[in-house]
C-alpha cells in the first residue's frame, strides 16, 4: 500500500492510500477525522462533543479502508474535521462551516469574518479537492467508478432512525439504483435509496464535482453507526459492500450493453 498526505496551515489536510498497481476504483471519505487544528481552540467545545457524530463520521474510516482493499482501490479521505470545514460542501454552502449542527451551537464558527472563512478554504476544502482531482486524473484510465462512504447516527433531533444502510447519489443515479436492485440475499439490513439525506440535503457535492464532470458511476453509502463500532463490524461491513458494489457494477454495465 502506497499513502501520501497532502498538509495545509492546518496539518495534514487530506489522505490518499493507495490499495493497488492499477485501481479501478475511487473510494472517498471526507468525514474521517475529528481533528480540530490547535489554533482553533476546539472550536470552543468540549472535547467530548468532539468525540460525536457532529465532528465526524464515526467508523466511515475502518469501513472506506476496508472496502478499498477488497476492491484495490484508491482511497482519499480528510485529515481535519467537518466542523471546521465541510468539504462535502461547496464554499458557498452555509453549512460548510457551520455555525450549529444538530442541537449544539458551535462558538468557533460564529460571526467568522470573509477572511476567517476563505482561510478555511484555503486550507481545508481546497488541499482535498484539489489531492482528489489529482488522483482521479492520475488513475482516470483504469477508474470505473467513484464510492464515499460516510456514517450516520441513530437518533437525530430526537427521532430513531430505522434506516440502517442508506444508499445516495446525485445527478448521476446509475450505480445507486443498480445497487438498490442487487441488494445481498440475506443481508438482514434495513437499506433505502436517498435516506437519511437525499441530493436535496446538498450532500451530493462531491459526486457531481468529482465523478460526474468524468463520466464516473458513482454512489454515496451512508451505514448507521451503530453497526460500525468494532474492528469485526468494519470488516464485515467492508466485505459486504465490496462485493456488493461489484455485483452492482456488473448488472449496470449488463443493462448499458443490452
Not at 465541510?86 to 444538530?102: F, K, Q
Not at 444502510?165 to 437499506?191: C, F, K, N, W, Y
Request: charged share 20%; net charge negative; hydrophobic share 40%.
Amino acid at each position: 500500500m502506497e499513502s501520501q498526505s497532502l498538509n495545509s496551515t492546518f496539518g495534514p489536510a487530506v489522505h490518499v492510500d493507495q490499495m493497488g498497481d492499477a485501481p479501478r476504483v475511487i473510494v472517498v471519505c471526507e468525514h474521517a477525522s475529528n481533528r480540530v487544528p490547535a489554533h482553533l481552540e476546539g472550536l470552543g467545545l468540549d472535547a467530548e462533543i468532539l468525540t460525536r457524530h457532529i465532528a465526524w463520521d464515526p467508523g466511515a474510516l475502518p469501513v472506506a479502508k476496508g472496502l478499498a482493499q477488497q476492491m484495490n482501490a484508491v482511497l482519499v479521505h480528510g485529515g481535519i474535521s467537518r466542523l471546521v470545514y465541510d468539504c462535502n460542501r461547496p464554499p458557498e454552502a452555509p453549512d460548510a462551516i457551520p455555525a450549529r449542527s444538530e442541537i449544539f451551537d458551535i462558538p468557533g464558527n460564529s460571526g467568522l469574518s470573509d477572511v476567517a472563512r476563505n482561510e478555511r478554504v484555503a486550507q481545508v476544502y481546497r488541499p482535498f479537492s484539489r489531492m482528489l482531482t489529482e488522483q482521479i486524473g492520475v488513475h482516470r484510465p483504469n477508474l470505473r467508478m467513484m464510492v464515499t462512504v460516510h456514517s450516520f447516527t441513530p437518533v437525530y433531533r430526537g427521532q430513531l432512525r430505522d434506516v440502517q444502510i442508506g444508499i445516495l447519489h446525485g445527478d448521476d443515479d446509475r450505480l445507486a439504483l443498480s445497487m438498490m436492485q442487487t441488494i445481498p440475499d440475506g443481508l438482514g439490513m434495513e437499506v433505502q435509496l436517498n435516506e437519511p439525506y437525499a441530493a436535496v440535503d446538498g450532500v451530493a457535492h462531491t459526486l457531481n464535482k468529482h465523478a460526474v464532470p468524468y463520466g464516473l458511476p458513482n454512489v454515496m453509502i451512508e451505514i448507521r453507526n451503530d453497526l460500525i463500532e468494532t474492528a469485526a463490524q468494519h470488516a464485515r461491513i467492508a466485505q459486504i459492500l465490496a462485493e456488493w458494489v461489484t455485483q452492482a457494477e456488473a448488472a449496470m454495465n449488463e443493462r448499458s450493453s443490452a
